[in-house]
Structures are given as C-alpha cells and as structure tokens.
C-alpha cells in the first residue's frame, strides 16, 4: 500500500489501550437503595444511574479531555453521601491515594457536587479508568470515617461507578504516516466531508491545538462539518483496532 508522510506534525492519541482485570473494588455491606450516585457529568460524559444501582462497570461511557486542561464536573446524589472520584493516571490498575480528584461530604439529604479539576499537563495520551463513588456518611477519602473510606473500601451504604477518562496530549507530536486508502472529499471542504472508506469505526475530528471538535461512531459516508469555524484540521479514523490520520482545511 502506498505511503505518504505528513509535512504537519500530529498528535497521538491512543484508543487501543485494554484495561487491566485486576482493579479492587469497594464493598457496600447494607446495599445501595436511595444511596448511590444519580448523575455523573464531565465534559461529553452525562451518565443517569438505570434502576440497578451496583451496576458499575460504565467503561463503555468515555470523557475526551486534553492534557493540561480544566474541566467542571458535577455528581448528583442522595440519603446523606458524600462523593469521591479517583483517575487511575499511572494506568498501575490501582487507585492511589494521589489520584484522588475529588472528595467532600455534606450534611444533605441530596447533594450535588460541582467542582473543577485540572488533568495533569505530563499525561500521555491514552485511555484511564476514572472511579466514582457515593457513600452514606463520608466524603468516601478521609480515614478517621467510621462509615467507609478509599476506592476499594468497606463502605456501610453506598455505590460505585467506572467510567473511562480519554486523555489526548498535544505535546506528544512526532512525524507519522497516513495511508492514503482513508481518502477524504472534497478537500477543502465548506458543508460535507465525504469518507470513501466505509471500514470506519470512528472518526474525530481536532483542532491543530488538539482540541476534540467533532466525534461520530460508525460514521455515515458524509460528516457535516457545516459548524466548524474556518481553518485547518485532522480528521482521526479508527478501524480494526488501527488509527490514521488525515489532515483537511474548512473554507
């Protein structure tokens, strides 16, 4: 197959990357009935608890973030608990005590957690499990509660939630090659991008500072790129477990 090298530098974002089947869990000897997490929202995630409350594999739910970035994120949840949030950054399938992000409990009936946090700069692109919990009575972090603490904790009630956090790195650039079956029409585009390939799993499409503008899984034949502002840009095609990239200009 024919080869052509890119004369702009790309970044690499990797989506291959398989979670370890070693993590702990937390333990919740009374159940988690009315005390569980509710509702979950970081960047492009926004998950809403199903009616079974220890369902907590939601690996499948992906935050897109960029390294060195700020990002709001608010927890919902009820009968007293409190919140705590790990992201599993050295990919070790453990949750360290200095990956906790987030931890607080007040004194509410229902609470909802807002806050800020900053995924470190030094990051390498990749997938991370992010683990959330919700515990009766504790900010689900400190030792001194009587009522469960730490991401694999014995908590009294209470629940927890996985999801995966995807990191793209932009300081992680190097010369890469494209395969030049991925072709893209017409280029430059103004309303619709056409994709001859139909293989494609998923595509996103990234600003030259690597922000994440646009994502579609199992993508038609034509994106609309209508609402992009005009410039340059890289679409990211994966399929078979493969990434290429190609570059495009919006007029």
Not at 85 to 106: A, G, L, P, R
Not at 244 to 251: C, E, G, L, M
Request: charged share 15%; proline share 3%.
């Amino acid at each position: 197959m024919k080869k052509s090298i890119s004369t702009l530098l790309i970044m690499f974002v990797s989506t291959s990357m398989v979670f370890g089947q070693n993590f702990c869990s937390p333990v919740f000897a009374l159940g988690c009935f009315n005390w569980n997490t509710q509702y979950v929202s970081v960047s492009n995630l926004s998950f809403t608890i199903g009616s079974d409350c220890m369902i907590w594999d939601n690996t499948s739910d992906t935050a897109k973030v960029n390294a060195g970035s700020n990002y709001n994120m608010t927890i919902s949840n009820g009968s007293w608990c409190g919140a705590g949030v790990w992201i599993d950054y050295n990919n070790d399938n453990s949750f360290d005590t200095s990956e906790n992000v987030f931890h607080q409990y007040t004194a509410n009936q229902m609470n909802t957690y807002s806050f800020n946090f900053t995924i470190p700069s030094s990051i390498a692109s990749g997938n991370y499990r992010m683990r959330v919990i919700s515990g009766w009575g504790t900010d689900c972090f400190s030792p001194s509660s009587t009522n469960g603490f730490g991401p694999c904790g014995s908590y009294q009630y209470g629940n927890y939630n996985d999801f995966t956090i995807s990191v793209s790195n932009t300081t992680s650039i190097e010369w890469i090659v494209l395969d030049d079956d991925k072709t893209i029409y017409p280029n430059p585009v103004s309303f619709e991008l056409n994709i001859s390939n139909r293989d494609v799993n998923e595509i996103n499409i990234f600003n030259l500072n690597g922000k994440l503008l646009l994502s579609e899984k199992n993508p038609s034949q034509k994106i609309n790129v209508s609402e992009i502002p005009k410039g340059s840009y890289f679409i990211e095609f994966i399929y078979g477990g493969n990434v290429v990239y190609k570059k495009f200009i919006k007029n």
